[in-house]
């Protein structure tokens, strides 16, 4: 609940962000890096949901000219959970993004005691067979 399954349209890497940045979300670096300035500033705000980003941290995001700087310049932004030693999802890969639902349609007052069995039970297997297909060109599930 509250999420979607998408599939990695460029290189991806887990971003926290959301309330007290605490859910990972993936930022596309090829589409992050097509853009220049400021512009890449408002996409990780409005794309990602990430709203602190230090002056000092934009200038370094602002001024990345590879997808490599570009991942040393949201080093101290990456979610570890999702990108274990920082690693990249290449294209292809299926992602699973947060979006509203939960707040629009009111479930976000769900125990999370009723949603984790349901998160264990139907989207674990279907992520476990998932990974265990090669190679992997499209995400349905």
Known sequence: ?????ETAAG????????????????????????????????????????GQISASQGKVIEAARSVEELVAALDSMIDERAAPRHSMAPVGTPILQPTSERRNTGSHYTPRSLTAPIVQFALEPAFDRLATMQPLRRCSI
């Open 1 to 5: 609940m509250g999420f979607t399954v």
């Open 11 to 50: 290189r991806v890497l887990p971003i926290k962000a959301g309330k007290n940045n605490r859910t990972p979300v993936f930022a596309d670096l090829d589409e992050l890096l097509g853009s220049k300035g400021k512009a890449r500033l408002k996409y990780l705000r409005e794309n990602v949901g990430r």
